[in-house]
């Protein structure tokens, strides 16, 4: 089985685009190098 991975990075708190991109490239795994963008410092969207 071939694997098909998304490199992106800074997604500047636009985190839906993550899903449409690994959904447009068919990928099995995304890494993501950057930030995501949350300003006050919190995670709890993840």
């Known amino acids: 089985m071939r694997t ?4 992106i990075s800074d997604t500047h ?3 839906e685009i ?3 991109l690994a959904a447009h490239v068919r990928a ?3 890494i993501h190098t ?5 300003q ?3 995670c709890e969207h993840l």
């Not at 098909?4 to 490199?7: A, H, I, K, Q, V």
């Open 4 to 7: 098909r991975s998304l490199l």
């Open 13 to 15: 708190v636009k985190l």
């Open 18 to 20: 993550i899903d449409e």
């Open 28 to 30: 099995n795994a995304v």
């Open 34 to 38: 950057g930030d995501f963008g949350f």
């Open 40 to 42: 006050n410092g919190s």
